[in-house]
């Protein structure tokens, strides 16, 4: 009986317990159904409907839930287990992460060229978070305005800004103000700021097409959206929930692929708004996009120019 008892201990023992269902917390820094928030919460659904009885996500909203510029503050500190959110918002916590927008390859490119691990060992050092993943690619901003202008120069206007083309606009003699997106349109109505840098999708989802009269093209710089997850509750994850998120990481980021054929989209229904297009062509093109890049990489290296160049060699083709 004394053995039968031991055995039976030992084969428990030897057993591996089964892991039980993880549920981690979501908040997004845009509103949720916008543009910006949408390749997160297709994620979330990928995530339950993969991961059921391993690892499911709670998507608890946005601004409503955090305000933007807290969230990334939140999910370093374990408040929000993993969140959606741009280097923008928390260039706070990750300075160099204003390195991500002035890629000129793809996500799936810097997978490739070990540029994923470098900017995910970035955010782990400084943020304590899991670089989960990038949606965004392909995705130009630009500048808007409510009057026209006829040349690159940007004095005397007042525009809206984020931490992504602050340094650009401010080069070319602009007076930046930073806002959160919810505020934009206020602004535009008093007259408070003359214009706002977004990308070209997003636009008509907070209805800043009612108070924007112009789009300044050719586009710059690309948008980048990060998966962000609480480094401690990361590696409290069983290997199987890490696979799930990392296969639902992989699948969004394939889908950066449609967003050319987005943004033509979105281009027409801006046209059919009443945005006209202010499109600098020829030495003035080839100005604007040369400033947008010259600052941006400026900006980047008076940080940490040793870590800038190991940045811009695997982001910039």
């Keep these: ?42 994620f979330v659904e990928r995530v339950n409907e993969t991961g059921k009885g391993v690892v499911q996500i709670n998507y608890v909203g946005g601004p409503e839930a955090v305000p933007t510029f807290e969230l990334g503050n939140a999910v370093s500190a374990g408040v929000v287990d993993i969140a959606n959110n741009t280097t923008a918002f928390y260039t706070n916590l990750v300075p160099l992460g204003d390195a991500l927008h002035l890629a000129t390859n793809t996500i799936q490119d810097q997978r490739e060229n070990g540029c994923f691990e470098l ?47 602050r340094a650009m606009f401010e080069a070319l003699g602009a007076t930046p103000v930073q806002t959160a997106p919810g505020e934009v349109y206020t602004a535009l109505e008093r007259g408070s700021i003359d214009g706002y840098g977004w990308p070209v999708q997003g636009v008509m989802d907070l209805g800043w097409d009612e108070q924007t009269n112009y789009r300044v093209d050719p586009g710059f710089y690309q948008v980048d959206v990060n998966f962000l997850v609480n480094l401690d509750r990361w590696n409290a994850l069983s290997d199987e929930a890490k696979t799930v998120l990392h296969e639902a990481a992989l699948w969004t980021e394939a889908k950066n ?6 943004n033509a989209e979105e281009a027409a229904r801006q046209e059919e708004a009443g945005i006209e297009v202010i499109r600098f062509e020829g030495d003035s093109a080839e100005s604007w996009l040369a400033t947008a890049q010259d600052a941006g990489w400026d900006a980047v290296e008076a940080i940490d120019a040793e870590r800038a160049a190991e940045l811009k060699a695997c982001l910039v083709d």
């Design 1 to 42: 009986m004394k053995y039968r008892a031991i055995a039976a201990l030992a084969a428990t023992l030897a057993t591996p317990a089964l892991s039980e269902e993880v549920t981690l917390r979501g908040v997004t820094a845009f509103a949720s159904g916008t543009t910006f928030s949408r390749p997160f919460e297709a």
């Design 257 to 262: 692929a449609e967003n050319r054929d987005i």
């Design 119 to 165: 900017v995910d060992q970035l955010h782990q050092e400084q943020m304590s978070v899991k670089y989960l993943a990038r949606t965004g690619d392909n995705i130009q901003f630009h500048l808007y305005l409510t009057s026209p202008i006829e040349d690159t120069d940007l004095s005397g206007l007042t525009l809206r800004v984020t931490p992504v083309y």
